[in-house]
T-cell receptor, first 115, second 112 residues
């Protein structure tokens, strides 16, 4: 079946611009996660949704970052006034939710480059 | 979450078993050990997890020591496609939510 998909696969933008990154989770998965991965590092947690609500946004680095999931399916990560330090691969994962040993399934990521 | 320690890199010959170690000496009783791997330019892929018993699935085996302070992921017959970064993660599982905390992992290179 279809896995987690993310669009675009690559995004190049200029410093100060606004970007949106999209995640389509596996159908039926109620939990959705965003992670960020810098070069040579493991992924770092950003935010977690259970349904439509952000249950934990403790990983968002600052208020330039915001994510939504209005209908409990597709999610969009929004970054305002991008900075060069925001350059990274942004990963989305989804899981069934509600289980003690839920498996997260990751998408291929969006590579963001801020010039 | 308990901290994990993994060697930065390992080599393995194709067809041989790859044994990837992980130390988690501060693990507590309700923390699970998870393994993920990340092939170049892809998202992380779940491999296996366990609490205290050894586990096996179609991808790998997980051996956890009796004191639970370390574990080993075993790929019984490594192939070139197993070349990847392998992450060992220790996590308290709260119903419905598991925030994965990745370290830098072990870069496994499988050679012909």
């Amino acid at each position: 079946g279809a896995g987690v998909s993310q669009t675009p696969s690559n995004k190049v933008t200029e410093k100060g611009k606004y970007v949106e990154l999209r995640c389509d989770p596996i159908s039926g998965h109620t939990a959705l996660y965003w992670y960020r991965q810098s070069l040579g590092q493991g992924p770092e947690f950003l935010i977690y949704f259970q349904g439509t609500g952000a249950a934990d946004d403790s990983g968002l680095p600052n208020d330039r970052f915001f994510a939504v999931r209005p209908e409990g399916s597709v999610s969009t990560l929004k970054i305002q006034r991008t900075e060069r330090g925001d350059s990274a691969v942004y990963l989305c994962a989804s899981s069934l939710g509600g289980l003690r040993t839920d498996t997260q399934y990751f998408g291929p990521g969006t590579r963001l480059t801020v010039l | 979450d308990a901290k994990t320690t993994q060697p930065p890199s390992m080599d393995c010959a194709e067809g041989r078993a790859a044994n990837l170690p992980c130390n988690h000496s501060t693990i507590s009783g309700n923390e699970y050990v998870y393994w993920y791997r990340q092939i170049h330019s892809q998202g992380p892929q779940y491999i296996i997890h366990g609490l205290k018993n050894n586990e096996t699935n179609e991808m790998a085996s997980l051996i956890i020591t009796e004191d639970r302070k370390s574990s080993t992921l075993i790929l019984p017959h490594a192939t070139l496609r197993d070349t990847a970064v392998y992450y060992c993660i220790v996590r308290v599982v709260i119903t419905g939510f598991q925030k994965l905390v990745f370290g830098t992992g072990t870069r496994l290179l499988v050679s012909p």
